[in-house]
T-cell receptor
Framework: DAMVIQNPRYQVTQFGKPVTLSCSQTLNHNVMYWYQQKSSQAPKLLFHYYDKDFNNEADTPDNFQSRRPNTSFCFLDIRSPGLGDAAMYLCATSRVRDTQYFGPGTRLTVL | DAKTTQPTSMDCAEGRAANLPCNHSTISGNEYVYWYRQIHSQGPQYIIH???NNETNEMASLIITEDRKSSTLILPHATLRDTAVYYC???????????FGTGTRLTIIP
């Protein structure tokens, strides 16, 4: 089945230690998104790619970066995770101007 | 994007219709109403969207009032698997940015 895959599902890192979360899709969608969802809160968009065009939300901290080497893959890099970055990170994809399909998320714990 | 207001939580008996309201009094003429849900520990799932006409698909029905200031998502025969947080989002069609509100936590009671 076509889908959005996120690995790993659970990630533990240490305070200040860089971490990378990955997302892949078999839907061949142009647009890929990264959302952050803290406990008991709604998902919040960090940034998205329209093909290779990167679009950063104004309030996304510089600590968060992303790479999209090809259509299928997208990575979220957190350069120096703080305790406040512990959250569920959700990847989503869509065709242009279409509904979004979400992956299962990666739960990040920062020790 | 227009702001939405939803009840914090609702209960519904299994097998009954679940009616989830959403107020969006500042919606503009070109903005659509989208509904997503998020089952515990999963990513959000698209349910349905509409502009001004009522919509129905295999998951749910969407009823939008004539003045478009409010809408209701209807799950016709709720099951335990429908227990989730339901988000009502107002957005221009094809807008890449989905702004999630606080949503309604729906609990289906056996």
């Amino acid at each position: 089945d076509a889908m959005v895959i996120q690995n790993p599902r659970y990630q533990v890192t240490q305070f200040g230690k860089p971490v990378t979360l990955s997302c892949s899709q078999t839907l061949n969608h142009n647009v890929m998104y990264w959302y952050q969802q803290k406990s008991s809160q709604a998902p919040k968009l960090l940034f998205h790619y329209y093909d290779k065009d990167f679009n950063n939300e104004a309030d996304t901290p510089d600590n968060f970066q992303s790479r999209r080497p090809n259509t299928s893959f997208c990575f979220l890099d957190i350069r120096s995770p703080g305790l406040g970055d512990a959250a569920m990170y959700l990847c989503a994809t869509s065709r242009v101007r279409d509904t979004q399909y979400f992956g299962p998320g990666t739960r990040l714990t920062v020790l | 994007d227009a702001k939405t207001t939803q009840p914090t939580s609702m209960d519904c008996a299994e097998g009954r219709a679940a009616n989830l309201p959403c107020n969006h009094s500042t919606i503009s003429g070109n903005e659509y109403v989208y509904w997503y849900r998020q089952i515990h520990s999963q990513g959000p799932q698209y349910i349905i969207h509409g502009l001004k006409n009522n919509e129905t698909n295999e998951m749910a029905s969407l009823i939008i009032t004539e003045d478009r200031k409010s809408s209701t998502l209807i799950l016709p025969h709720a099951t335990l698997r429908d227990t989730a947080v339901y988000y009502c989002i107002v957005s221009f069609f094809g807008n890449e940015k989905l702004t999630f509100g606080t949503g309604t936590r729906l609990t289906i009671i056996p």
